[in-house]
Nanobody
Framework: QVQLVESGGGLVQAGGSLRLSCAASGLTFRRYTMGWFRQAPGMEREFVGAVDWSGGNTTYTNGRQGRFIISRDAAKNTVYLQMNSLKPEDTAVYYC???????????????WGQGTQVTVSS
């Protein structure tokens, strides 16, 4: 059974940083592209970014690269989302996602975590 368990969410002031973690189990981690989506209240879910199976290639939504950094640790079967210079509009539930091909669009994502809440206060 595949499980993706996110952690690291919480309340942070604008300008602050958070690092989300996602521990994966039940899959061959090194084969999967790992990514993050987020969904704010009343908004559609949106892609944040992804890292390929090797960890060498990352993809981000336009405008987010630089503030957000995705990385993975194969030894720990864990993917990370480092978020810096956070803004109130970054407030959302953040979901960890896994799929075999690289990110290809809104339908991408075979396995999903339960999500972790990130709240950025102004």
């Amino acid at each position: 059974q595949v499980q993706l368990v996110e952690s690291g969410g919480g309340l942070v002031q604008a300008g602050g940083s958070l690092r989300l973690s996602c521990a994966a189990s039940g899959l061959t981690f090194r084969r999967y592209t790992m990514g993050w989506f987020r969904q704010a209240p009343g908004m559609e879910r949106e892609f944040v970014g992804a890292v390929d199976w090797s960890g060498g290639n990352t993809t981000y939504t336009n405008g987010r690269q630089g503030r957000f950094i995705i990385s993975r640790d194969a030894a720990k079967n864990t993917v990370y989302l480092q978020m810096n210079s956070l803004k109130p509009e970054d407030t959302a539930v953040y979901y960890c996602v896994a799929d075999l091909p690289n990110y290809s669009g809104p339908s991408w994502g075979l396995y999903w975590g339960q999500g972790t809440q990130v709240t950025v206060s102004s």
